[in-house]
């Protein structure tokens, strides 16, 4: 049986953990975007409910930012190395809509006009390095920072989304 609406404190909270679980670790100025702005959750109703969450919460500094985490993911965070994976992902993709195209540590300034407007992108790293686009049933690539694209994990996806596309 459903219990019905939650109240908007134990919503918040839920809303908190949810959001952390999918796109942790995260600045407060993040979830306070996404809460805030998103739900209308006024800054100090959301601080409250961060408070609440406090035996939760592991507070983090990634790259001379605080950002927040919740416990159980904490372990499995820090055993996880750096990859320098290459993915080719649709525009709208969660990975760069969670966050937020605002994020410069997954989207770079120069690419953020691009990616609001839906653009497929390349991805290195989990960093946005560039587009891709199907002309004739081919996978174009335009990448807008001067750092290198691995060649064989992007021949690789390259040919993996061809294969989904083959030309007329």
Do not use: C, M
């Not at 993915?87 to 540590?105: F, Y």
């Not at 686009?133 to 060649?151: A, F, M, N, S």
């Amino acid at each position: 049986r459903w219990p019905g609406i939650p109240d908007l404190d134990d919503a918040g909270r839920r809303a908190v953990i949810a959001y952390l679980g999918a796109y942790g670790p995260a600045p407060v100025a993040r979830l306070q975007y996404w809460l805030g702005e998103g739900l209308g959750a006024g800054r100090k109703r959301i601080e409250g409910w961060i408070r609440d969450l406090d035996d939760r919460l592991v507070r983090l500094d990634i790259e001379g930012a605080e950002t927040l985490v919740l416990d159980e993911h904490v372990d499995a965070l820090s055993a996880t190395a750096p990859s320098q994976a290459v993915r080719l992902l649709p525009g709208h993709d969660q990975w760069v809509l969670g966050p937020g195209t605002a994020d410069a540590i997954v989207v770079p300034a120069a690419a953020r006009t691009a990616v609001t407007r839906g653009a497929n992108l390349v991805l290195v790293g989990g960093v946005v390095r560039g587009s891709w686009r199907l002309r004739d049933g081919k996978v174009v690539i335009e990448t807008w920072t001067d750092d290198e694209v691995p060649r064989e994990p992007l021949a690789s996806e390259v040919a993996r989304i061809e294969g989904l596309f083959p030309a007329r």
